[in-house]
């Protein structure tokens, strides 16, 4: 009988997902973002590597973790003067270098990616879509800030012109790289399709010809990002991607001081990251300003706050919910190869909550499918640990753990508890069991569409 309502359940969801996945605009963004895949994969395990074994304070070396630097230098503190300490830093600059040609880079790879898919799937007649995508980047870098605050010597604040602000070439920038990118491509599409072109001899040779054709659609399209940065910058002294991020933070500071404070940080986060926005750029200066607080108040022991962003990472970042519990369940219940691959890879670094691997590799960005066990990912493990603390089960979190810890190890330095570590095994189980029937419905779908 259960298993019958099951499958009925698995056919509804199956048609429901199947017209919201056959959407061109959720199609192209779902390309751009596998594309965009294997840099982020690279970069996941660079931030494994460079974390986890080579943090001269992280889990291997530090005192929150197995006290090797103790162990080699007799105290934590002549460990981090060490020349040893300071070759593992070096290493760690090396391995950020990945870091800086693949995630920091995050929103160009997107505008690149979905001006090119995009092109294709709403103006297939465009022979060459990788015009647009030239046309997009240049969009994209007009609306950039290109001036960097930083402090001089003494320490007063310097704001230097001339160079792009990089957090918003990275995470930051993608939800601006969308609009720029969607926005390009359908004003330059449009005046190719009216002919608003400049016509070229038939003598002239074919690649000129086509430069020639995107001079027009071109410079209009930029105009408009001209005309926008220069409202923006001019009247109100933002640039787009800073407006953009001030328009969707503004609306969380004022629920800041509310009761549902939790409710909105818990539930928007995830959908901000399931549309490639990081969840952080958003949240992280208003927790900045209560969570963050929160936090060393309870490291301090003059306070005894429930809702705090240490016990956040205990009960989502660091329980396995969003980076182990999809990965073991696409094992266990996933018929597809290539998904499975793809779970396999995405181990190693899940196992240390480095989750760009399977979020991006997968992806669940963007996947109307993974949707809601990705929502719920964050809500259940976040308010079951709130339940249990309510109820004295959990101590109040008062550990500062490296984000790097794996899954239940973290869940009992966290808690100083066994019931810390029990509650992250119990949260896996849930999760992945909660992944199961939508991985089926995923499966199906796929071998419809192949």
């Given at each position: 009988m259960a298993s019958e309502k099951l499958n009925k359940f698995q056919m509804k969801l199956t048609k429901i997902m199947g017209k919201i996945a056959g959407n061109k605009l959720l199609l192209s963004l779902r390309d751009t973002f596998i594309m965009a895949a294997a840099p982020l994969m690279i970069a996941g395990f660079a931030i494994m590597i460079s974390s986890v074994f080579l943090d001269p304070t992280?889990?291997?070396?530090?005192?929150?973790?197995?006290?090797?630097?103790?162990?080699?230098?007799?105290?934590?503190?002549?460990?981090?003067?060490?020349?040893?300490?300071?070759?593992?830093?070096?290493?760690?600059?090396?391995?950020?270098?990945?870091?800086?040609?693949?995630?920091?880079?995050?929103?160009?790879?997107?505008?690149?990616?979905?001006?090119?898919?995009?092109?294709?799937?709403?103006?297939?007649?465009?022979?060459?879509?990788?015009?647009?995508?030239?046309?997009?980047?240049?969009?994209?870098?007009?609306?950039?800030?290109?001036?960097?605050?930083?402090?001089?010597?003494?320490?007063?604040?310097?704001?230097?012109?001339?160079?792009?602000?990089?957090?918003?070439?990275?995470?930051?920038?993608?939800?601006?790289?969308?609009?720029?990118?969607?926005?390009?491509?359908?004003?330059?599409?449009?005046?190719?399709?009216?002919?608003?072109?400049?016509?070229?001899?038939?003598?002239?040779?074919?690649?000129v010809a086509k430069s020639f054709e995107s001079l027009v659609p071109g410079v209009v399209t930029l105009a408009i990002f001209v005309i926008v940065a220069g409202v923006l910058n001019g009247v109100f002294d933002t640039s787009l991607p800073e407006a953009l991020l001030w328009l969707l933070q503004k609306p969380a500071l004022a629920v800041a001081a509310t009761p549902l404070f939790a409710v909105v940080a818990i539930v928007s986060t995830p959908i901000l990251q399931w549309f490639g926005i990081h969840g952080t750029s958003v949240w992280g200066p208003i927790f900045g300003l209560t969570w963050n607080i929160n936090d060393n108040e309870n490291i301090m022991g003059t306070a005894q706050h429930l809702y705090s962003t240490l016990f956040m990472n205990f009960t989502v970042v660091s329980s396995g919910a969003l980076t182990l519990a999809p990965i073991i369940?696409?094992?266990?219940?996933?018929?597809?190869?290539?998904?499975?691959?793809?779970?396999?890879?995405?181990?190693?670094?899940?196992?240390?909550?480095?989750?760009?691997?399977?979020?991006?590799?997968?992806?669940?960005?963007?996947?109307?499918?993974?949707?809601?066990?990705?929502?719920?990912?964050?809500?259940?493990?976040?308010?079951?640990?709130?339940?249990?603390?309510?109820?004295?089960?959990?101590?109040?979190?008062?550990?500062?753990?490296?984000?790097?810890?794996?899954?239940?190890?973290?869940?009992?330095?966290?808690?100083?508890?066994?019931?810390?570590?029990?509650?992250q095994a119990f949260v896996i189980v849930i999760v992945v069991i909660l992944y199961m029937p939508f991985v089926r419905v995923a499966n199906n779908l796929a071998n419809k569409l192949d």
């Open positions: 992280g889990i291997i070396f530090g005192n929150s973790g197995l006290h090797l630097g103790s162990l080699i230098s007799g105290s934590e503190k002549a460990f981090l003067v060490s020349d040893f300490a300071e070759g593992l830093r070096t290493l760690q600059g090396y391995f950020n270098l990945f870091i800086n040609g693949t995630m920091a880079i995050n929103a160009i790879l997107v505008v690149a990616g979905f001006a090119f898919f995009g092109s294709r799937r709403f103006f297939p007649k465009n022979k060459e879509p990788i015009v647009v995508t030239f046309y997009a980047l240049a969009a994209f870098f007009i609306t950039l800030p290109w001036t960097v605050t930083t402090l001089d010597t003494k320490g007063n604040e310097v704001t230097i012109n001339g160079i792009v602000n990089s957090n918003f070439i990275g995470q930051q920038g993608i939800f601006t790289g969308l609009i720029v990118s969607g926005i390009t491509i359908y004003v330059f599409n449009k005046l190719i399709q009216k002919n608003v072109t400049f016509k070229m001899p038939d003598t002239v040779p074919p690649a369940a696409i094992i266990i219940f996933s018929k597809r190869a290539d998904n499975k691959k793809i779970a396999k890879l995405a181990i190693a670094p899940g196992i240390f909550n480095v989750s760009e691997p399977v979020t991006y590799g997968l992806p669940i960005v963007l996947n109307p499918i993974l949707f809601i066990p990705y929502l719920l990912s964050w809500v259940i493990p976040f308010f079951l640990g709130q339940l249990l603390t309510e109820i004295g089960l959990i101590p109040i979190i008062t550990n500062n753990v490296p984000w790097t810890v794996p899954p239940i190890l973290s869940g009992l330095l966290y808690s100083g508890s066994i019931m810390g570590a029990l509650y």
